[in-house]
């Protein structure tokens, strides 16, 4: 007998999980909100060999997730796109003023990049 979390997983639930393996069911990621087992999927359902009961994964957590991720993905390219640009205004200026409000701006914007990066 095995231990997860503190439910008990039994021998023969292992043994129903590399049966339903060699089944062609898929051993996902997730795992079992009671017993912390691996949950599998099978002809469409999700499961929990150890507790013998079927689970919902709330697909819209997941898809937030992905879209807050390509927000700062989106939010880090406009960035360095912007770190770019004032580059090239930097180079391209005669005014020493004008270089001097640009560098200011180039090292906030950097922060701001480095504050997004974690």
Not at 27 to 52: A, D, Q, T
Not at 70 to 86: D, F, H, Q, R, Y
């Amino acid at each position: 007998m095995t231990y997860v979390s503190n439910k008990k997983i039994s021998d023969e639930s292992v043994i129903d999980a590399a049966k339903l393996l060699r089944r062609g069911a898929k051993m996902l990621s997730y795992y079992c909100p009671e017993c912390h087992f691996p949950l599998f999927e099978i002809e469409g359902k999700i499961f929990c060999p150890n507790c013998e009961k079927e689970v919902i994964i709330e697909k819209e957590k997941k898809e937030e997730l992905k879209i807050e991720h390509k927000t700062v993905s989106g939010l880090l390219e406009g960035v360095e796109k912007a770190i770019l640009k004032i580059c090239e205004l930097i180079i391209n200026s005669n005014s020493t003023d004008e270089i001097r409000v640009l560098s200011e701006s180039l090292e906030k914007i950097a922060n701001a990049r480095e504050k997004l990066k974690k």
